[in-house]
Structures are given as structure tokens and as C-alpha cells.
């Protein structure tokens, strides 16, 4: 046996962007920034920390709600 590959062309990927994949990423860059901006402004609207940390649950519990959707 050998470690050789069945066909001896190298294998490239091709180097295209669609609409969707350039929109992904500006709506992931988007949301990104987001993360590190908004929790501060609605941690200071909260009167509480348990607010705070129930809130956080129930936005994770819809993210995941919406990942296995």
C-alpha cells in the first residue's frame, strides 16, 4: 500500500465569495461587535443581578431554540 493519493492533481479550493457567504460575514462581524456593546447598556437598565442572569438563560435557551429549529 501506498500513502499516494488516487489522482495526482493537487486538490485547490476554489476562491469564490457568493452574495450569501459576503452576508454571513458582515452579519457575523455585525452581531460580533454587538456582543461586547449592548450587555453593559442593558445590565445598567436591570435593577438587579438576578435579573440579569435570568435574562442571559432565557436569551441562551432561544438561541438554542432557534439552533435546533
Known sequence: MTDEPLDSKPRTLRRVLTTVDT???LIGITIGAGIFAVPQQIALNMSS????IWLWVGC?????VGYLI
Open 23 to 25: 452576508s454571513a460575514v
Open 49 to 52: 443581578f438576578s435579573q440579569i
Open 60 to 64: 441562551g435557551a432561544l438561541a438554542f
